[in-house]
């Protein structure tokens, strides 16, 4: 789910009690929870005790890459769980735009880049047994990229992403 989640430029916010020791950072239950929020661009935002007998087990998570909401943690008697209130701008980031360019390498047919390779000037002996290394180099830049480009033309993708610094 966050995988996904982490696609889209919209905020991001999950809560609630995770019944999870956050306070104790060693643990290992507590490292797990907090790395896999962190590796989407995720942090918790409650810093103080959530519960009656001590400890943090609710969270309030929220992507890194907006203000992070000012969590104030208060008793409202009415459990032995914290009320936790705070607000948070939902405003949506602006997307950063990235083009890249690949080859679609899972459509290279063997067969068809063994045949455009055994005739290429690269199985030409005669036409390369007098060039020098760079010339050589050059060559083989120059007949690969070509048959290449034949057989898995190289594609531009646009992707975005709001995260424009992780923390």
């Known amino acids: 789910m966050l995988d996904r989640l982490a696609t889209f430029a919209e905020p991001v916010l999950f809560t609630g009690n995770v019944n999870i020791r956050m306070e104790r ?3 290992v239950h507590t490292t797990q ?4 929020p962190a590796c989407h661009g995720l942090v918790n935002c409650v810093t ?4 009656d007998m001590g400890g943090m ?6 992507r ?4 992070l ?6 008793d409202a008697g009415l459990s032995d769980h914290r009320f936790l209130c705070w607000s948070a701008p939902l405003s949506r980031p602006t997307p950063v735009y990235t083009t890249a360019t690949c080859r679609p390498w899972s459509r290279l047919d063997p067969a068809e880049f063994t045949v455009a390779l055994q005739s290429s000037l690269l199985n030409q002996p005669d036409i390369w047994t007098n060039l020098n290394v760079d ?3 050059r060559l083989y830049d120059s007949e690969i990229t070509s048959i290449l480009n034949r057989t898995v033309p190289v ?6 992403s709001s995260f424009r610094s992780m923390v």
């Open 33 to 36: 929870f907090v790395d896999i």
């Open 48 to 51: 103080s005790t959530t519960h």
């Open 57 to 62: 087990l609710d969270v309030v998570v929220s």
């Open 69 to 74: 909401p000012d969590v104030n943690v208060l």
């Open 155 to 160: 594609h531009s993708a646009i992707s975005t």
């Open 25 to 27: 950072s060693t643990d």
């Open 64 to 67: 890194v890459d907006l203000p």
């Open 135 to 137: 010339d050589l180099a």
